[in-house]
């Protein structure tokens, strides 16, 4: 039968006992009870914030270190080919990619974003000492006996035993697992150390953002730098060790930063709630909406049914799952129990809005990761053919050339957030200056560039190769210099200002109280699928070109490929990504207000 809506007079009475902040959102302390008002104004901020940013920092050298160089520790310490150290490596990357998700879920649903980091923190350092166990231990690396080692290839030499294979593959997984906890939680983490309802921090969770990558990419330029150093002048065990002893600080740190934090509640589960709106509105299928959407069932008695989250005003999006928020006859609200997969809150039903409408803007992350890690990846193989001397003596690795935009990062950000912000807000009169979108779009606007940029530069360097007739040497160094490449890094590093950094504010904020850390885990999902991608193109472009006699793109020897047509066409598809882009930026809306819990009336939480 058609289900009719229903009201009654308890739904709409509204509960005086809303003078005292409910733990619902107010933040907490460690235990999980109610801040002192008093305490909570001596809390949180840039203080807190130092702590989170040294964590970073640390953290990132570690991994970083890790990343950048596995590659040879696999390749000439356990003896793999290149293609299978290449692969594995792949494989590491994108499973630390993809368990954000893991790590947001645990974190929204149970733990708290403090505890999660704390135990895959734990997680993360257990995995680095048996790394670095792996290269102290001979018995745990295939003997060198008869292993002939030239340059990129090595010959004769003993494979690893299944033993040592298991070994290693426990230990980076074991990594891969405590970092993929940590990486969902630990922006939203510090950004809670921000309220917007303050009048004193509200303009300044941007400013953390720009903080928080400027640590980070410090992290990763000291990992660049110091921790490959040492993996390749004093060996893998003190490497890794050094990986392990930086995460060990990054804990303490962390740690050591406890009584100034500001916690949220878990919110419960956030994929059961999702389902059970999609259920209940389902279910009720043949339902009527109410014309005054005040009769949409919500709770009076707290300031939300969602532990940890502040109630969500109603939108106009996707109305059909309003229907979940239905009262019908078949709802007692006056019972003390409401069975949440039948009837839900209208908070609920606007989590699962927000969702779904951050997806279009997650799917045109995709294609600027795709990029930026391809033009990162075929640049060490440009450097390698390149004058890359500094001095007489001195010859700089084609895999540290990418740390140009790290350094171009560091310039850049305290630039953008001391000078051109307040300019662009007295032109914009936000208290933001351009809106997450803007940004984001700046930066895709970048990345577009830097391929072009890209694709120009290679064209010349191949022109110069084949000019005096040496390019079917792959030994031979192109009379140029490597560091004509700083050119599209620079881009990249505005890239990284603009949309990495816009995207980790975007989604944390449009994202609800109770998902905060599933909203930053798109961010990694998006890089994930991102590198997915650009592997796939590569295989597409090794496919289709190169047949009946014509050039290879991406040939071994780089000067008798046409890198530069690859090149061209990741251009195009940045170009269209942005365009689609527009698009979505166009019809977005962004998510501008919160219930009152006193007045039960809307209000603005910023100017976006």
Request: glycine content about 6%; hydrophobic content about 45%; some cysteine.
């Amino acid at each position: 039968m058609e289900e009719t809506s229903f009201s009654s007079d308890q739904h709409q009475q509204k509960s005086k006992d809303l003078d005292k902040l409910s733990i619902g959102f107010a933040p907490v302390d460690i235990h999980g009870k109610p801040m002192d008002p008093k305490k909570y104004y001596s809390t949180g901020g840039w203080t807190a914030s130092l702590f989170i940013f040294g964590n970073e920092i640390t953290e990132r050298m570690a991994y970083f270190g890790l990343a950048v160089n596995f590659i040879n520790y696999l390749a000439y310490s356990m003896h793999y080919k290149f293609s299978e150290a290449a692969t594995i490596v792949t494989n590491f990357l994108g499973t630390v990619q993809i368990l954000p998700l893991l790590g947001a879920f645990i974190a929204d649903s149970y733990l708290g974003r403090y505890w999660t980091i704390v135990i895959f923190s734990l997680i993360y350092l257990l995995g680095l000492v048996l790394l670095t166990i792996s290269g102290i231990v001979p018995a745990l690396r295939p003997s060198n006996a008869g292993c002939n080692q030239i340059k990129l290839f090595t010959v004769g030499c003993e494979r690893p035993s299944t033993l040592q294979a298991a070994y290693l593959f426990t230990a980076i997984y074991v990594i891969a697992l405590g970092t993929g906890g940590i990486r969902p939680c630990v922006s939203p983490f510090g950004a809670d150390q921000f309220d917007v309802a303050l009048t004193r921090e509200k303009n300044l969770l941007g400013r953390f953002f720009n903080g928080f990558y400027f640590f980070l990419t410090v992290g990763i330029s000291f990992s660049l730098v110091v921790i490959v150093y040492v993996q390749e002048n004093f060996g893998w065990g003190w490497g890794f060790g050094a990986m392990a002893m930086a995460v060990a600080l990054s804990i303490t740190l962390y740690v050591a930063g406890t009584p100034l934090y500001r916690h949220r509640l878990p919110s419960g589960s956030p994929l059961t709630r999702v389902a059970q709106v999609i259920v209940a509105a389902t279910r009720k299928i043949n339902a009527t909406l109410p014309e005054d959407t005040a009769k949409l069932y919500e709770v009076y008695d707290k300031p939300s049914a969602i532990k940890g989250s502040r109630k969500l005003a109603h939108t106009n999006f996707f109305r059909f799952l309003d229907k979940a928020a239905v009262i019908t006859a078949w709802d007692d609200v006056e019972d003390n129990y409401i069975n949440p997969w039948h009837l839900c809150t209208v908070t609920q039903v606007e989590e699962v809005k927000t969702l779904v409408k951050l997806i279009p803007v997650w799917l045109v992350c995709f294609i600027p990761q795709t990029v930026t890690q391809t033009l990162v990846n075929f640049t060490v193989q440009q450097g390698n053919t390149m004058n890359r001397k500094i001095g007489p003596h001195f010859t700089v690795p084609s895999a540290t050339i990418p740390v140009i935009s790290a350094i171009f990062v560091l310039m850049l950000l305290p630039i953008y957030d001391v000078i051109l912000v307040p300019l662009i807000r007295r032109v914009t009169h936000k208290p933001r200056g351009i809106s997450f979108l803007q940004r984001m779009g700046i930066g895709l606007i970048a990345t577009t560039m830097a391929a072009i940029v890209a694709a120009l530069f290679e064209r010349h360097r191949r022109h110069v190769a084949w000019a005096p007739h040496v390019a079917t040497n792959p030994q031979h160094i192109v009379p140029i210099s490597a560091f004509w490449l700083s050119m599209q890094y620079l881009l990249l590093g505005v890239a990284e200002v603009f949309f990495l950094v816009g995207q980790l504010e975007f989604f944390y904020s449009q994202a609800p109280d109770g998902l905060r850390s599933i909203g930053t885990s798109y961010v990694y999902t998006a890089d994930s699928i991102g590198n997915f991608i650009a592997s796939l193109v590569v295989k597409v472009v090794q496919r289709k070109t190169g047949h009946h006699g014509s050039t290879p793109w991406l040939a071994q020897n780089i000067n008798l490929g046409h890198l530069d047509r690859f090149y061209w066409l990741l251009s195009a598809m940045s170009l269209g990504n942005f365009l689609i882009f527009l698009v979505v930026a166009y019809f977005y809306r962004y998510k501008k207000s919160y219930v009152d819990p006193k007045k039960e009336t809307t209000v603005e939480t910023i100017d976006w």
